[in-house]
């Protein structure tokens, strides 16, 4: 399965502890990050991970087209509720793309841990159908 993740800067160092809690999960699978995210998390796991560009120069669009695309099985986006971003709508297009093609998606730790459970128990293995 091809599973996305995206961080924002107060969440980056959730996300690297959270993929070295579950690297033997996601190392069965395969990972695409925005540019820093994706960097960090490669540098405490050695997990492969697809890098995209850093998220507000265009990661976080390019994240979108691939979900767009059903080229992506699950998300897994910590963000900040409480800051305002500039790219707020490349957000907002990330949420959507996952919600109009049922995309599975985590905005914070407690789901993110029970999608990867789901994962690793093989409770996705539906999202192959969508890809045919």
Known sequence: MNIGLVA????KKLMQNFCIA???ILSKHDIYATGTTGRLV????NLNIYKFLE???GGEEQLSSQIMNNQIDMVIF??????PRKHEPDIKNIFKSCDMNNIPLATNLAT???LIKALERGDLEWREMYKL
């Open 8 to 11: 924002h800067d107060s969440k």
């Open 22 to 24: 579950y690297r033997g």
């Open 42 to 45: 490669e540098e405490v796991t």
């Open 55 to 57: 998220g507000h120069l």
């Open 78 to 83: 910590f963000r900040d509720p409480v800051k």
């Open 112 to 114: 993110a841990e029970l």
